[in-house]
């Protein structure tokens, strides 16, 4: 197990190395999605316009890898992390995974997003209220699933806070007492 957590780890690390560096490398000729778009549209496909299609596909292919990654290292954490928290039935754990999960889900939407809007807007005529419709859906679920990682996140939690809480009302009424022995 810890081989492969250390191996996704270096993978997630390498592969959002080369996506930084070739982003970068891309940024000095100008290339981009939205350009590509523009480009490939009125002047045809040049081997340019191919080339740096390519190029953008492999990012995406690159960013999902290093999604994926991430998603398998937040399952084996999550189950580690949670087995010291005191209180915690282990039962749930498949549920905090998944909010945990659905977290990770939203980031992605606004990233995603992020990113989608400027090349919708640049649609003639319906752009604007397409990346309107758009980020108003992409917010509506956002809203959705973070309601849903919260309720679960608190059910599985509650047992763990009421046995905090328990602790603190215990060692506060210890202390009182002592306190008033001691003045008594």
């Known amino acids: ?92 754990e498949p549920a905090i995974v998944r909010a945990l999960k659905e977290l990770l889900t939203i980031f992605v939407v606004a990233i995603l997003v992020s990113i989608a809007s400027p090349l919708i807007s640049s649609i003639p005529e319906i752009g604007g209220w397409l990346s309107l419709v758009v980020s108003a ?3 509506i679920f956002s809203i959705i699933l973070m309601y849903d990682a919260g309720r679960t996140i608190y059910a599985a939690f509650e047992s763990s806070i009421q046995a905090i809480i328990d ?10 007492e002592e306190e008033e022995k001691k003045y008594a």
């Open 1 to 92: 197990m810890r081989e492969e957590i250390e191996k996704r780890i270096l993978r997630i690390l390498i592969n959002a190395g080369l996506i930084f560096l070739i982003v970068f490398a891309l940024s000095f000729f100008n290339i981009s999605l939205s350009s590509i778009l523009i480009i490939a549209s009125p002047s045809g496909f040049t081997l340019a316009t191919a080339a740096a299609l390519i190029i953008v596909i492999v990012l995406f292919f690159m960013v999902l890898r290093v999604i994926l990654d991430l998603i398998r290292v937040i399952d084996v954490a999550s189950g580690s992390i949670l087995r010291y928290i005191p209180g915690f039935n282990p039962k749930n």
């Open 137 to 139: 859906a992409a917010f």
């Open 167 to 176: 602790r603190i009302v215990t060692h506060s009424n210890i202390g009182s």
